[in-house]
């Protein structure tokens, strides 16, 4: 059993974001996925207007549908946004002009141009009043997932009762200083036997110490490992331009802005994952496969 990435991004110089996604590129990053041992991945695609997101979402479909390996490969979709919160840091990269509360005619919209293969939506739960996208997402079959976002212990648990089973990439997401214990990462955490909890390995994102501690505290049964992948993994460090960015990757292949101020996505590869998982967490090679195999496949209901 291969590599299975529940948020890919893009991989091998191709941005799955890109509106002129082509079938070749589409079909290059698929080799070099498979060429890295990922059998499996849902294309993540990331918050911005409404319009350009559903075409995005429709393009990727209607590629998958036409080339075999493809059809292998991507096995759907994650929407991540738009419904996350404005507020600087929990934003994230996600574009400010982008992000806004949840609605539910924008989620069907979303929903249908992702032609059956919406996996996973990604929504700041604070932001979904009376949990009404929740129940509708997790009514069509969708795991409902939450992230970059605030919400109080009182709102995780209202979207928990509703159907929320995810938390996309603890400890990122989050503005780099929080208050020293009643803050979201403590309050996912706390909830830990209620949710999926995905964490980015890079040693970055969430570093080394953190990163066991959260596992224990989590428990392998209920975590999962994401590369938050963006054009550039499987290329190793650079300068590149993607979307709207100026990128620069690292020896330790984090994507940040120019100036270093913050993240903006990982060029790590599972198998870099792996090698951090069992060589600097500690964790045996058993373990290490139930994070990036095993469980993202059980999370999706494919396991």
């Given at each position: 059993m291969g590599y299975f990435d529940l948020q890919v991004n893009g991989y091998g110089g191709v941005d799955f974001n890109q509106d002129d996604l082509s079938a070749d590129d589409l079909h290059r990053a698929c080799e070099h996925l498979r060429?890295?041992?990922?059998?499996?991945?849902?294309?993540?695609?990331?918050?911005?207007?409404?319009?350009?997101?559903?075409?995005?979402?429709?393009?990727?479909?209607?590629?998958?549908?036409?080339d075999p390996l493809v059809s292998e490969v991507v096995a759907g979709l994650h929407i991540e946004g738009p419904f996350l919160s404005g507020i600087d840091g929990y934003r994230g990269a996600h574009p400010a002009d982008a992000v806004h509360p949840a609605d539910l005619?924008?989620?069907?919209?979303?929903?249908?141009?992702?032609g059956g293969l919406a996996k996973i939506v990604t929504l700041a739960p604070e932001l979904d009043a009376g949990q009404r996208v929740i129940r509708w997402l997790v009514g069509q079959g969708i795991v409902?997932?939450?992230?970059?976002?605030n919400p109080s212990g009182e709102e995780l648990d209202a979207a928990l009762d509703a159907g929320l089973s995810m938390f996309t990439h603890l400890g990122n997401g989050c503005p780099?200083?929080?208050?020293?214990?009643?803050?979201?990462?403590?309050?996912?955490?706390?909830?830990?036997?209620?949710?999926?909890?995905?964490?980015?390995?890079?040693?970055?994102?969430?570093?080394i110490e953190a990163l066991r501690h959260y596992l224990q505290w989590a428990g392998?049964?209920?975590?999962?490992?994401?590369?938050?992948?963006?054009?550039?993994?499987?290329?190793?460090?650079?300068?590149?331009?993607?979307?709207?960015?100026d990128i620069q990757i690292g020896e330790e292949l984090a994507a940040r802005s120019p100036d270093g101020t913050h993240l903006?996505?990982?060029?790590?590869?599972?198998?870099r994952s792996e090698t951090n998982l069992t060589d600097h967490v500690g964790l045996s090679a058993i373990d290490a496969h139930r994070l990036l195999c095993v469980n993202p496949r059980r999370a999706i209901g494919l396991a």
């Open positions: 060429a890295d041992g990922v059998d499996g991945v849902l294309v993540t695609i990331v918050s911005e207007h409404l319009d350009r997101m559903c075409a995005r979402l429709r393009r990727v479909v209607d590629l998958r549908q036409r005619a924008q989620a069907q919209r979303l929903v249908e141009a992702a409902v997932s939450a992230g970059h976002c780099m200083l929080l208050p020293r214990h009643e803050n979201i990462v403590h309050r996912v955490l706390s909830r830990a036997d209620r949710l999926w909890i995905g964490f980015i390995a890079d040693g970055v994102h969430v570093e392998i049964e209920h975590s999962f490992v994401v590369t938050d992948a963006i054009a550039p993994a499987g290329l190793g460090p650079g300068r590149y331009r993607i979307s709207r960015w903006l996505g990982s060029a790590c590869t599972m198998k």
